[in-house]
């Protein structure tokens, strides 16, 4: 079992940004995919980009495409996401994943039943993202 620990969330203000880091302990070549998920208050959690492991492809929900990117230092075993332009829509709690199921196509891999049903994969503890306007 992956352990995943995220950090990098605060307080910006509508058109800022933000960098948030997630450290996975127990990586392995087995690690096909890594992903990025957020719930709001009072909603089910949703999926926000995907990247696949050791160079794959990256992809993102259309709500955050051209503002929010991921991206994958390896050796460290980090995975970030850049949050540009940042709206006050994106206020969440944002988590990182690996999901066990990387081989679907991502429209099927982030879904909201899938994301929110069980054995969806290990997840972190989560960091806050709070954008003001």
């Known amino acids: 079992q992956l352990q995943l620990v995220e950090s990098g969330g605060g307080s910006v203000q509508a058109g800022g940004r933000l960098r948030l880091s997630c450290v996975v302990s127990?990586?392995?070549?087995?690690?096909?995919?890594i992903g990025w998920f957020r719930q709001a208050p009072g909603q089910e959690r949703e999926g926000v980009a995907l990247v696949y492991t050791r160079g794959g492809r990256s992809y993102y929900v259309d709500s955050v495409k051209g503002r929010f990117f991921i991206s994958e230092d390896y050796d460290r075993h980090t995975y970030s996401l850049d949050m540009n332009s940042v709206k006050p829509e994106d206020t969440a709690m944002y988590y990182c994943?690996?999901?066990?199921?990387?081989?679907?196509?991502?429209?099927?891999?982030?879904?909201?039943?899938?994301?929110?049903?069980?054995?969806?994969?290990?997840w972190g503890q989560g960091t806050q993202v709070t954008v003001s306007s």
């Open positions: 994943a690996a999901p066990r199921l990387c081989g679907l196509k991502f429209n099927s891999l982030f879904t909201r039943d899938r994301i929110n049903g069980p054995g969806f994969g290990d």
């Open positions: 127990g990586l392995t070549t087995a690690t096909q995919c």
